[in-house]
C-alpha cells in the first residue's frame, strides 16, 4: 500500500512541519508566479489595457475554479481526521468522492460559464475595449474547468497523507509548461492575451493527466469490496454538509477580490493596472504562507481525529510561529527589491509613474495576511467550517463598510486599507471561535 498508518508518529517538531510546508510554498509560489509572468509577458508589449483585460478575466475564471476549491480543503480535512482515526477505508472513499464531485462541477461551470460571463461584464465599469479582450481570455480558459476543478480533491488528498513533494511535482510541472508555452505564443506566433489563455489551457489538461498517474497507484490499491461504499448516503451527507460552508465561505472571499477589482475599475484603467500588479505580490504571500496554513491543516486533522489536544495546540503553535517569521523574511525581500519586481513587470511609463505612491503596500502585504491564513488551516483541519462561514460574513460586511467609506476620501489607498483591514477581521474572529474546536476534542473524547 501507497502509506501506513503506523508510520504516522506524535512527533510534532520543525522537520515534520517544514516536510510538509516547504513542498507547498514551492508548489504554491508557482501559481502567483505564473500570474506574475502573465502581467509581465503581457506587460512588456506596452498597452496598459492589456494589463487591465489580463486582471479582469484571470480574476473571473479565477472566481469560478475557486468557488470549488472547497474540494481541497474539504477532502484535506476529511482525510486527514481519517488518517488520525485509523479509518484506511476512509481514506480511499474520501479521494474518490472528491473526484466523482470535482468532475461534475466542472462540466457544471462550462454549462454556466456563458451566462457568468455576461452578467460579469454587464456589471464592470471598466472600458469596453478591456471588457473585449478580457472576455477572449475567459472564453479560452474556461474550456479547462472539468480537468483543472477534477485535479483539486487529488492534491488535496496528498496533502492530507503528508506527500506534499508530490503535489509540488504535479503543480512545478503545470506552471513550467504554462511559462514556456506562455512565451512561445505571445513572443513567438503573436497571439497576445488569446496565447496567454490556450497556454495556461493546456498545461491544466496535461496537469490533471499528471496528477491522476501520481495518484494511480493508490487508486488500484482500492480494494473492489469498498466501491460500494462510495455512494454511501450519511458520508456524502457530512462531505456535503462541511463543502456548503466552506463554498459560502470561498463565495464571500472571492465577492470581495472582485468588487475589489470593480472599485479599482472606476478609478481608470491606469489604477486597475496598478493594482492587478500589486495584487500579485499579495498573491505569492497568499501561496507562499499556506504552506504553513497546510501543515497546520494536516497535523490539527490528524490530532483532532486522534482526540489529542495537547499535540493539536502544539501543531498550531508551531505552525503559526514559522508562519510569522517567514511573513518577516518575505517584507524584507520586498522591502529592498519592490522597484526591481514592479520594472520587471511592466515598461508602461503611466503605470510605472504611478507604482511608486503604492509601493509600501507591497511590503505590509506579508504581516498582515499570515494570521488569517494560519488561523484557516486550523479550521479546514478540524473541519468546523461553521465557524469559519460565520466569520466570513462578519469580515465581508465590514469590508464593504470600510470600502465605501475609505474609497470616498482615500480612493485606492483607501481600498487597499479595507482589503487589509479585512485580512486581519478575519483572523481576529477565527480566534474568537477557536475555543469551539478544543471543546469538540473534549466532549468526543468523554
Given at each position: 500500500?501507497?502509506?501506513?498508518?503506523?508510520?504516522?508518529?506524535?512527533?510534532?517538531?520543525?522537520?515534520?512541519?517544514?516536510?510538509?510546508?516547504?513542498?507547498?510554498?514551492?508548489?504554491?509560489?508557482?501559481?502567483?508566479?505564473?500570474?506574475?509572468?502573465?502581467?509581465?509577458?503581457?506587460?512588456?508589449?506596452?498597452?496598459?489595457?492589456?494589463?487591465?483585460?489580463?486582471?479582469?478575466?484571470?480574476?473571473?475564471?479565477?472566481?469560478?475554479?475557486?468557488?470549488?476549491?472547497?474540494?481541497?480543503?474539504?477532502?484535506?480535512?476529511?482525510?486527514?481526521?481519517?488518517?488520525?482515526?485509523?479509518?484506511?477505508?476512509?481514506?480511499?472513499?474520501?479521494?474518490?468522492?472528491?473526484?466523482?464531485?470535482?468532475?461534475?462541477?466542472?462540466?457544471?461551470?462550462?454549462?454556466?460559464?456563458?451566462?457568468?460571463?455576461?452578467?460579469?461584464?454587464?456589471?464592470?465599469p471598466a472600458e469596453v475595449n478591456v471588457e473585449t479582450l478580457a472576455l477572449q481570455y475567459a472564453e479560452i480558459r474556461v474550456l479547462s474547468a472539468p480537468f483543472a476543478i477534477a485535479t483539486i480533491p487529488i492534491v488535496?488528498?496528498?496533502?492530507?497523507?503528508?506527500?506534499?513533494?508530490?503535489?509540488?511535482?504535479?503543480?512545478?510541472?503545470?506552471?513550467?509548461?504554462?511559462?514556456?508555452?506562455?512565451?512561445?505564443?505571445?513572443?513567438?506566433?503573436?497571439?497576445?492575451?488569446?496565447?496567454?489563455?490556450?497556454?495556461?489551457?493546456?498545461?491544466?489538461?496535461?496537469?490533471?493527466?499528471?496528477?491522476?498517474?501520481?495518484?494511480?497507484?493508490?487508486?488500484?490499491?482500492?480494494?473492489?469490496?469498498?466501491?460500494?461504499?462510495?455512494?454511501?448516503?450519511?458520508?456524502?451527507?457530512?462531505?456535503?454538509?462541511?463543502?456548503?460552508?466552506?463554498?459560502?465561505?470561498?463565495?464571500?472571499?472571492?465577492?470581495?477580490?472582485?468588487?475589489?477589482?470593480?472599485?479599482?475599475?472606476?478609478?481608470?484603467?491606469?489604477?486597475?493596472?496598478?493594482?492587478?500588479?500589486?495584487?500579485?505580490?499579495?498573491?505569492?504571500?497568499?501561496?507562499?504562507?499556506?504552506?504553513?496554513?497546510?501543515?497546520?491543516?494536516?497535523?490539527?486533522?490528524?490530532?483532532?481525529?486522534?482526540?489529542?489536544?495537547?499535540?493539536?495546540?502544539?501543531?498550531?503553535?508551531?505552525?503559526?510561529?514559522?508562519?510569522?517569521?517567514?511573513?518577516?523574511?518575505?517584507?524584507?525581500?520586498?522591502?529592498?527589491?519592490?522597484?526591481?519586481?514592479?520594472?520587471?513587470?511592466?515598461?508602461?511609463?503611466?503605470?510605472?509613474?504611478?507604482?511608486?505612491?503604492?509601493?509600501?503596500?507591497?511590503?505590509?502585504?506579508?504581516?498582515?495576511?499570515?494570521?488569517?491564513?494560519?488561523?484557516?488551516?486550523?479550521?479546514?483541519?478540524?473541519?468546523?467550517?461553521?465557524?469559519?462561514?460565520?466569520?466570513?460574513?462578519?469580515?465581508?460586511?465590514?469590508?464593504?463598510?470600510?470600502?465605501?467609506?475609505?474609497?470616498?476620501?482615500?480612493?485606492?489607498?483607501?481600498?487597499?486599507?479595507?482589503?487589509?483591514?479585512?485580512?486581519?477581521?478575519?483572523?481576529?474572529?477565527?480566534?474568537?471561535?477557536?475555543?469551539?474546536?478544543?471543546?469538540?476534542?473534549?466532549?468526543?473524547?468523554?
Amino acid at each position: 500500500m501507497w502509506f501506513n498508518l503506523k508510520e504516522l508518529k506524535d512527533i510534532i517538531n520543525s522537520k515534520r512541519v517544514l516536510k510538509i510546508a516547504l513542498p507547498m510554498m514551492l508548489s504554491n509560489i508557482t501559481v502567483p508566479l505564473l500570474g506574475f509572468v502573465d502581467t509581465a509577458v503581457i506587460g512588456q508589449l506596452g498597452d496598459a489595457k492589456l494589463i487591465a483585460a489580463l486582471g479582469l478575466g484571470s480574476i473571473l475564471i479565477s472566481t469560478l475554479y475557486w468557488l470549488c476549491g472547497f474540494l481541497r480543503m474539504g477532502t484535506t480535512g476529511l482525510t486527514a481526521q481519517a488518517i488520525g482515526s485509523k479509518q484506511t477505508d476512509e481514506v480511499f472513499l474520501t479521494l474518490l468522492r472528491g473526484l466523482l464531485l470535482g468532475v461534475f462541477l466542472g462540466f457544471f461551470i462550462l454549462v454556466i460559464a456563458y451566462p457568468i460571463f455576461f452578467i460579469f461584464f454587464l456589471l464592470s465599469p471598466a472600458e469596453v475595449n478591456v471588457e473585449t479582450l478580457a472576455l477572449q481570455y475567459a472564453e479560452i480558459r474556461v474550456l479547462s474547468a472539468p480537468f483543472a476543478i477534477a485535479t483539486i480533491p487529488i492534491v488535496g488528498w496528498l496533502i492530507a497523507l503528508e506527500k506534499t513533494l508530490s503535489v509540488f511535482y504535479i503543480q512545478f510541472f503545470i506552471n513550467l509548461l504554462n511559462i514556456i508555452l506562455n512565451l512561445y505564443f505571445v513572443f513567438q506566433l503573436g497571439m497576445g492575451i488569446e496565447g496567454v489563455a490556450y497556454a495556461t489551457l493546456i498545461s491544466e489538461i496535461i496537469g490533471f493527466s499528471l496528477a491522476l498517474f501520481i495518484s494511480f497507484k493508490a487508486l488500484g490499491d482500492f480494494p473492489k469490496q469498498l466501491r460500494k461504499k462510495i455512494f454511501e448516503k450519511q458520508q456524502w451527507k457530512k462531505l456535503l454538509s462541511i463543502n456548503s460552508n466552506i463554498f459560502l465561505r470561498s463565495l464571500l472571499l472571492e465577492l470581495v477580490f472582485i468588487s475589489f477589482f470593480f472599485w479599482a475599475s472606476s478609478f481608470g484603467t491606469n489604477i486597475l493596472a496598478i493594482n492587478q500588479i500589486l495584487i500579485q505580490f499579495l498573491h505569492i504571500c497568499a501561496y507562499a504562507l499556506d504552506g504553513f496554513a497546510f501543515s497546520s491543516e494536516v497535523l490539527v486533522g490528524i490530532y483532532y481525529g486522534k482526540k489529542n489536544i495537547v499535540i493539536l495546540r502544539r501543531s498550531i503553535l508551531l505552525c503559526a510561529s514559522l508562519s510569522a517569521l517567514t511573513a518577516v523574511i518575505f517584507s524584507v525581500i520586498f522591502f529592498i527589491f519592490v522597484n526591481s519586481f514592479i520594472k520587471f513587470m511592466t515598461n508602461a511609463d503611466e503605470v510605472l509613474k504611478i507604482a511608486k505612491d503604492f509601493q509600501f503596500l507591497i511590503i505590509l502585504a506579508p504581516l498582515i495576511s499570515f494570521p488569517a491564513y494560519i488561523m484557516d488551516g486550523v479550521f479546514f483541519g478540524s473541519t468546523h467550517t461553521y465557524e469559519m462561514r460565520k466569520a466570513m460574513i462578519f469580515s465581508t460586511i465590514i469590508y464593504f463598510i470600510l470600502a465605501v467609506f475609505l474609497t470616498s476620501i482615500f480612493q485606492n489607498i483607501g481600498l487597499w486599507s479595507a482589503l487589509y483591514i479585512f485580512l486581519i477581521i478575519r483572523a481576529i474572529a477565527l480566534i474568537y471561535y477557536y475555543p469551539n474546536i478544543e471543546r469538540s476534542v473534549s466532549s468526543t473524547k468523554n
